[in-house]
């Protein structure tokens, strides 16, 4: 157990997120994945490198940010990620955990509902490593800064080492 991985993956529209935590809840490695969501290409390159990542880090567990998504183009190319995902980790025999935003920020919160722009401060809090990516607040009339995704998946892995060091059975669940 002190050699396993934890692959934090938030995927959007157009690029992913993903952050690989260890045992002791140290960082390895974060990064962002783009594609554009028409080309089938860049698509089936997005799909490789996720796999190569799973492959390079092998991790015994893989926590997916669920989308949240709103129109219909969007939903095919993270459904085919999604799927993608799955196939990989099912090869693997990794066990995969979907987890829902209020599932991490309750993680997070420590008695207090916690916003997107806090959590990614309290990880620049774990990870020191991550200040320069992280982007200034978001104003409410702006769009999210796209390394936001990198934030979201390093707090979906942080909160799924979280959950395995407080409840050691959860980390039995299979796929």
Known sequence: MLDSKILGIAIRARWLG?????????LLECGMIFYQRRSMSQL????RRLESIILRLPPSRVALLRAELTANDEV??????????????SRG????????????????SGGKSRSKDEIAS?????FPELAWKLPRKRQIWSKEDF?????????AA???????????????TSP
Do not use: Q
Not at 18 to 26: E, K, L, P, S, Y
Not at 122 to 126: E, I, Q
């Open 122 to 126: 309290a990880l620049v809090g774990l």
């Open 93 to 108: 025999s990794i066990s995969m955990v979907s987890m829902r935003r209020d599932e991490i920020r309750k993680v997070f």
């Open 18 to 26: 993903f952050g690989v935590i260890d045992a002791r809840g140290r």
């Open 158 to 172: 942080v909160a799924c080492h979280r959950s395995e060091v407080a409840d050691p059975s959860a980390a039995s």
């Open 147 to 155: 390394r936001m995704a990198i934030f979201d998946a390093v707090a």
């Open 44 to 47: 089936k390159s997005a799909k």
């Open 76 to 89: 095919a190319s993270v459904r085919s990620l999604v799927r993608a995902l799955r196939m990989a980790v």
